[in-house]
């Protein structure tokens, strides 16, 4: 059964930092993405940052510039350098895994979820 496992989010005061890292256990296929959504209270689950096995990166507009999604494919995790925090990336932050297959995707799986709060 394939898991993820997050870590590293917690309480910071805005203009801080913060990095979270989600090791994903079992076969993530050699073709897939790996990435962050985080979901707000009373909002949607919305992308953050995902990134390619082969190393291409999206980001959401609100983020660009201040967050970098990387990952280390020898231990299969993801990482999320989150810099110049503001109050509105408040959040719970999902890492993603999305295996393909044949160039499709097959399926998808969610971490648990690690609560980042930023707040002076």
């Known amino acids: 059964q394939l898991q993820l496992v997050e870590s590293g989010g917690g309480l910071v005061q805005p203009g801080g930092s913060l990095r979270l890292s989600c090791a994903a256990s079992g076969s993530i296929f050699s073709i897939n993405t790996m990435g962050w959504y985080r979901q707000a209270p009373g909002k949607q689950r919305e992308l953050v940052a995902v990134?390619?096995?082969?190393?291409?990166?999206n980001y959401a507009d609100s983020v660009k510039g201040r967050f970098t999604v990387s990952r280390d494919n020898a231990k299969n995790t993801v990482f999320l350098q989150m810099s110049s925090l503001k109050p509105e990336d408040t959040a719970v932050y999902y890492c993603?895994?999305?295996?393909?297959?044949?160039?499709?995707?097959?399926?998808?799986?969610w971490g648990q979820g690690t609560q980042v709060t930023v707040s002076s």
């Open positions: 990134i390619t096995s082969g190393g291409s990166t």
């Open positions: 993603n895994l999305r295996r393909y297959g044949s160039m499709r995707p097959i399926d998808n799986y």
